[in-house]
C-alpha cells in the first residue's frame, strides 16, 4: 500500500543523506521525496512516499525516527490528509492540437505557464493520481518534457506535524 | 577569565573532561596538530597501534569490559578505512566507542586531496551518529554530543571527523566545556509503560511453560542483578544469547546454556515448546530464531528493548514493552513483589516443565566431561582446551574471542559467572576481533586475568598487534585452538558440500607461532595432547607467566564439529547433534 510519510529533522548539513541513506540499506523503496526548510528554519521539513505492508511501514518510521536528527515522523496515510503534487509538463502544441491541448488543460484546470509557436508548457497541481490521469489524456506523442516535483502532504485539521 | 585553546587542544582536552583514560590511536598528516596537542599533556595515554583496524577493536573491548566508552583516533583516508571493520563490528553489536578521524583541512575537502575520503559517508550506514567538524569553537559541543550519543540508549558507534585547519594550534577560542546536553531530537527511553508491564506481570504469573530470554542488551544495560532477581524470583528457566552470556551465572541449573544455532538442546528444545518467551534486550536474530516462520509456535511473546526498531522486526510480539532493561526489569520486580504470592498459582505446571526440560538436558545436554574422549588419532579435543582454561581460572577471566568454531566452544564451555566477562563479535562475525579486543580489556584492568581464545585463522588477521603488547608490555594469555584450517567454514563444506574444502586449508603455509611470538619477546608453547595441554595450562594461569604474554598453541583434533547445529529453514528444536546422530 502507497504511503505518505511527513518527517520534520534538523535543517543541518548531512540529514538528508541519512534518510534516503537508510532507505537504501534496508533495502525500502523511496518513489518520491521533497524537502524544503520550515518556517523555523532551524528545521526541514520532507515528505516521501513509499510503499509497503504495515510490518514494513512501521520498521521505516522507526528506524526513521532512531536516526539522531530526526525530529518527528508521521504516517499521513494514517488519516484525514491533503495531498498535492505539481507537475510542468511541456506540450507539443502546433496545428490542430493547439487548441485540443488548451482544451484538456482547461479541464484538469491547469494553467498555459509558457508558450511559443510550437509547445504550451503546463503547470497543474493536485494528488499524483490527477497528475497522471492528465498525461494519460494527452497524445503520448505531443508529450515533450515532464518534471514533478513529488508528494507534499499536510494532515486535515488537528492532525498537526510540529515541535 | 576562561582559557584560549587550540581546537587540537580543545579536542584532547575535552575528552579529558569526558573521562577518558586511553586513545588507541596511529598517527598521520591529517592528525598531526591534535598528536602534538596529546604530546604536550599528560593526563590521557595514547596506546600506538599497528594497524587502525585493531585500535576501533582494542577501544571496543575496552568499552565492553568497562561499560564506559572506548576512544580511537586515525587519520584521514586510510586511517579512516581501515576503522571502519571495528566501527561496524562496534555497530552491530550496539558498543559504545568514540572514534575521532583527521580529516583535510576544509578548504581541500571535495578535491580529491591527498588522503581524502568522505569519511561521515563512507562510515553511515554502520554508525549511531557522526560529526563533521565545522569550525573548531564547536568541538567542544560535538564531543560532548558525541559522548552522549555513544553510551545512552541503545549505544553504539560515533564518528568525529576532524578537518586539519580546525585543529590548528595558532588559532585560540575560548574552551568551555558543556555540564550537559539536550538535544530536541534524541531522547533515549528509560521506564516501560505502566500497562504493558501489568499485562507482562499477568502474563508471567499464568504461564505454564515460560522461558526467560535475554541478550546482550541486558549486559550493556547492566541489569544483569535485576534479571537474576526477576528469574529467582519466579524460578523460570533461562537462556542467553551469544552476546547475553554472563547476564545470568552461567553454573546455575536455573540456566540453560547458550540458545540458537549452536545453542544447548535443552535451551532450543525449551524455547520451541515454551506458551510465554520473555526477551529481554535480545533481538532474534537469525542465528536464534532458525526460521522464523516456525519460531515457537506455541509461544506468547513479552519484549523488553530500549530500541523501538528491535521490537517486531523479526518476530510478531504480544506485549511490547520499549525501555531500559534495567528499569523495566525492576519495574516488573516490584510488581511481582507486591502482587504475587510466594508460591504461584502455576507452580505445578512449572515443576512438570522443569521436568521436561531436565529429561532433555539428560539426553543431550553438552558434554561436559571429556575426558574419556580423544579426536581421531588421540589428538586434542577443542572443548577439552576451553574446559581447562576455565578450570585454571576459576571462571574468573575475561575472555575475548574471535569468529568460528572456537567461539562457539568457548561460549558453549566456558561458564561465565557474571557479566562482561564474554566479549566476542556477535553481530558483524568479524575475525581479527579477539587478540586487540583483548588488549583493550588488559589496559581497562591491568590486574585481571584476560584470555584470548582464537583460532590460527583469527588471529593470523590482526597478529601485527604483538609488537604492540610488547611496547605495552600487556600479559594477555592466548589460546590459539590451531586446526590448520578455517574450521566453522570447513565445518559447513563438510555438511552441506559434500567435503569439498574449498580455499578453507592451508595446512603446509602456517608460521611456527611458538617462534613467532618469542620474535616479539613473548611466550609461546605448543601442545598436541590433552597430557601435554594440562600439564602447561595451570602454569600458564600461575605466577610464573604472570607478567607475559603467552602463547598457547593447541594443535586439535582438525576435523572436530561445533554440535548442536540447527537445520537451516526449520525451528529451534531442529538440530543436528553429531557426526551420527541427526534429529
Given at each position: 500500500?502507497?504511503?505518505?510519510?511527513?518527517?520534520?529533522?534538523?535543517?543541518?548539513?548531512?540529514?538528508?543523506?541519512?534518510?534516503?541513506?537508510?532507505?537504501?540499506?534496508?533495502?525500502?523503496?523511496?518513489?518520491?521525496?521533497?524537502?524544503?526548510?520550515?518556517e523555523d528554519p532551524t528545521l526541514s521539513r520532507l515528505t516521501l512516499t513509499t510503499e509497503g505492508d504495515d510490518g514494513k511501514i512501521e520498521q521505516i518510521t522507526k528506524h526513521l525516527n532512531r536516526l539522531i536528527e530526526v525530529v518527528r515522523v508521521f504516517d499521513l496515510t494514517e488519516g484525514d490528509h491533503l495531498e498535492r503534487e505539481i507537475m510542468m509538463i511541456k506540450v507539443r502544441a502546433d496545428g490542430a492540437t493547439r487548441a485540443e491541448v488548451k482544451r484538456t488543460t482547461d479541464i484538469f484546470r491547469g494553467q498555459i505557464v509558457d508558450v511559443n509557436q510550437n509547445t504550451y508548457t503546463i503547470q497543474l497541481v493536485g494528488p499524483s493520481g490527477k497528475l497522471a490521469a492528465f498525461i494519460d489524456a494527452l497524445d503520448r506523442n505531443q508529450v515533450v518534457e515532464v518534471v514533478r516535483s513529488g508528494v507534499s502532504g499536510i494532515g486535515r485539521g488537528d492532525r498537526i506535524l510540529s515541535l | 577569565m576562561t582559557e584560549r585553546l587550540s581546537g587540537g587542544d580543545m579536542l584532547i582536552r575535552a575528552l579529558?573532561?569526558?573521562?577518558?583514560?586511553?586513545?588507541f590511536g596511529y598517527p598521520g598528516g591529517a592528525a598531526l596538530h591534535i598528536y602534538d596537542a596529546i604530546f604536550r599533556q599528560q593526563e590521557i595515554e595514547h596506546i600506538l597501534v599497528r594497524h587502525e583496524q585493531a585500535a576501533t577493536h582494542m577501544a571496543d573491548g575496552y568499552a565492553r569490559a568497562t561499560g564506559r566508552p572506548g576512544v580511537v583516533l586515525v587519520t584521514s583516508g586510510p586511517g579512516a578505512t581501515n576503522a571502519i571493520t571495528g566501527i561496524a563490528t562496534a555497530y552491530m553489536d550496539s558498543t559504545p566507542i568514540v572514534v575521532i578521524s583527521g580529516q583535510v583541512p576544509t578548504d581541500l575537502i571535495g578535491t580529491d586531496a591527498f588522503q581524502e575520503t568522505d569519511m561521515v559517508g563512507i562510515s553511515r550506514p554502520v554508525v549511531k551518529h557522526s560529526f563533521l567538524v565545522r569550525a573548531a569553537s564547536e568541538i567542544p559541543d560535538v564531543v560532548k554530543k558525541a559522548f552522549y550519543i555513544a553510551a545512552s540508549g541503545r549505544p553504539g558507534p560515533v564518528v568525529i571527523d576532524v578537518p586539519k585547519d580546525t585543529t590548528d594550534p595558532n588559532e585560540r577560542y575560548e574552551y568551555n566545556y558543556p555540564a550537559e546536553v539536550s538535544l530536541r531530537s534524541y531522547k533515549p527511553s528509560s521506564g516501560g509503560h505502566v500497562g504493558q508491564i501489568r499485562n507482562a506481570v499477568r502474563a508471567l504469573s499464568e504461564a505454564r511453560r515460560p522461558v526467560i530470554y535475554t541478550g546482550g542488551g541486558v549486559v550493556q544495560g547492566e541489569a544483569s542483578a535485576e534479571l537474576v532477581a526477576v528469574a529467582r524470583k519466579l524460578g523460570y528457566p533461562v537462556t542467553n544469547t551469544l552476546m547475553g552470556l554472563g547476564a545470568f551465572p552461567g553454573d546455575d541449573p536455573q540456566f540453560l546454556g547458550m540458545l540458537g544455532m549452536h545453542g544447548t538442546y535443552e535451551a532450543n528444545?525449551?524455547?520451541?515448546?515454551?506458551?510465554?518467551?520473555?526477551?529481554?534486550?535480545?533481538r532474534f536474530d537469525d542465528r536464534v530464531t532458525n526460521n522464523p516462520a516456525k519460531f515457537c509456535p506455541e509461544a506468547r511473546i513479552i519484549h523488553v528493548d530500549v530500541d523501538p526498531a528491535s521490537i517486531a522486526k523479526i518476530i510478531d510480539v504480544d506485549i511490547p514493552i520499549v525501555g531500559h532493561c534495567k528499569v523495566v526489569l525492576a519495574e516488573i520486580l516490584a510488581v511481582l513483589e507486591t502482587e504475587i504470592a510466594d508460591t504461584l498459582d502455576n507452580a505445578d505446571d512449572v515443576t512438570a516443565w522443569w521436568q521436561r526440560i531436565d529429561r532433555w538436558r539428560a539426553e543431550h545436554g553438552l558434554?561436559?566431561?571429556?575426558?574419556?574422549?580423544?579426536?581421531?588419532?588421540?589428538?586434542?579435543?577443542?572443548?577439552?582446551?576451553?574446559?581447562?582454561?576455565?578450570?585454571?581460572?576459576?571462571?574468573?577471566?575475561?575472555?575475548?574471542?574471535?569468529?568460528?568454531?572456537?567461539?562457539?566452544?568457548a561460549a558453549q564451555y566456558y561458564r561465565f559467572p557474571e557479566p562482561r566477562r564474554w566479549i566476542n563479535s556477535g553481530g558483524l562475525g568479524t575475525m581479527g576481533f579477539g587478540f586487540p579486543a583483548a588488549m583493550g580489556v588488559q589496559f581497562a584492568f591491568p590486574d585481571k586475568t584476560v584470555v584470548c581464545i582464537t583460532g590460527e585463522g583469527s588471529?593470523?588477521?590482526?597478529?601485527?598487534?604483538?609488537?604492540?603488547?610488547?611496547?605495552?608490555?600487556?600479559?594477555?594469555?592466548?589460546?590459539?585452538?590451531?586446526?590448520?584450517?578455517?574450521?566453522?567454514?570447513?565445518?559447513?563444506?563438510?555438511?552441506?558440500?559434500?567435503?569439498?574444502?574449498?580455499?578453507?586449508?592451508?595446512?603446509?603455509?602456517?608460521?611456527?607461532?611458538?617462534?613467532?611470538?618469542?620474535?616479539?619477546?613473548?611466550?609461546?608453547?605448543?601442545?598436541?595432547?590433552?597430557?601435554?595441554?594440562?600439564?602447561?595450562?595451570?602454569?600458564?594461569?600461575?605466577?610464573?607467566?604472570?607478567?607475559?604474554?603467552?602463547?598457547?598453541?593447541?594443535?586439535?583434533?582438525?576435523?572436530?564439529?561445533?554440535?548442536?547445529?540447527?537445520?537451516?529453514?526449520?525451528?529451534?528444536?531442529?538440530?543436528?547433534?553429531?557426526?551420527?546422530e541427526p534429529t
Open positions: 500500500m502507497r504511503r505518505i510519510i511527513a518527517v520534520l529533522l534538523e535543517n543541518e548539513a548531512g540529514a538528508l543523506s541519512r534518510v534516503v541513506g537508510l532507505f537504501a540499506q534496508r533495502n525500502y523503496n523511496i518513489e518520491t521525496l521533497t524537502v524544503a526548510p520550515t | 579529558h573532561d569526558e573521562g577518558v583514560e586511553y586513545i528444545c525449551a524455547m520451541h515448546h515454551a506458551d510465554l518467551i520473555f526477551a529481554v534486550g535480545a558434554d561436559h566431561d571429556q575426558s574419556e574422549r580423544r579426536g581421531a588419532g588421540g589428538s586434542l579435543l577443542p572443548q577439552q582446551v576451553v574446559q581447562a582454561v576455565y578450570r585454571a581460572t576459576g571462571g574468573d577471566a575475561y575472555v575475548t574471542s574471535d569468529v568460528g568454531q572456537h567461539q562457539m566452544f588471529f593470523m588477521m590482526n597478529m601485527q598487534e604483538l609488537s604492540t603488547c610488547m611496547q605495552y608490555s600487556l600479559p594477555i594469555k592466548i589460546i590459539n585452538l590451531n586446526n590448520q584450517a578455517l574450521g566453522m567454514v570447513k565445518q559447513w563444506q563438510d555438511m552441506q558440500y559434500a567435503g569439498r574444502h574449498s580455499q578453507s586449508t592451508y595446512r603446509d603455509a602456517l608460521p611456527d607461532f611458538s617462534q613467532m611470538v618469542a620474535s616479539f619477546g613473548h611466550v609461546g608453547i605448543k601442545v598436541t595432547t590433552l597430557e601435554e595441554l594440562n600439564s602447561v595450562v595451570p602454569d600458564i594461569f600461575g605466577d610464573r607467566y604472570r607478567n607475559d604474554l603467552v602463547f598457547l598453541d593447541a594443535h586439535i583434533d582438525p576435523d572436530e564439529h561445533v554440535y548442536p547445529m540447527s537445520i537451516k529453514g526449520g525451528a529451534l528444536k531442529d538440530m543436528v547433534l553429531g557426526k551420527e
